[in-house]
């Protein structure tokens, strides 16, 4: 795991590496949601950042949007209430990203 104690959410990708002499890893995340927000803002800059952040699954209240969204970005898919509970429960995953209207 990497070492947290000097790191600091707005470091570049090289200071995090000094900090923690160069012994960094990808974050994995789960991306709650797939709508538009999810889509054009979230995903793409997670795809940029591949060095840094490494998708391992997307939810969405709807099986179709989880899907075609995982499809895209080459990772698992989960959907509804119970499938949700058992994405929270994986182990390999560091980083939820919370991309849902309010109301959910």
Do not use: Y
């Amino acid at each position: 795991r990497l070492p947290t104690s000097n790191l600091r959410i707005d470091m570049t990708m090289a200071e995090a590496e000094e900090a923690t002499d160069g012994h960094t890893h990808q974050l994995s995340v789960a991306l709650l949601g797939a709508g538009i927000f999810a889509t054009n803002s979230h995903a793409p800059v997670l795809l940029r950042n591949k060095g840094v952040f490494a998708i391992k699954a997307i939810w969405s209240r709807r099986r179709e949007s989880a899907q075609t969204l995982a499809t895209k970005l080459d990772c698992d898919a989960f959907s509804g209430k119970d499938e949700l509970e058992t994405l929270i429960k994986r182990s390999d995953i560091d980083a939820f990203i919370v991309a849902l209207p309010l109301d959910v």
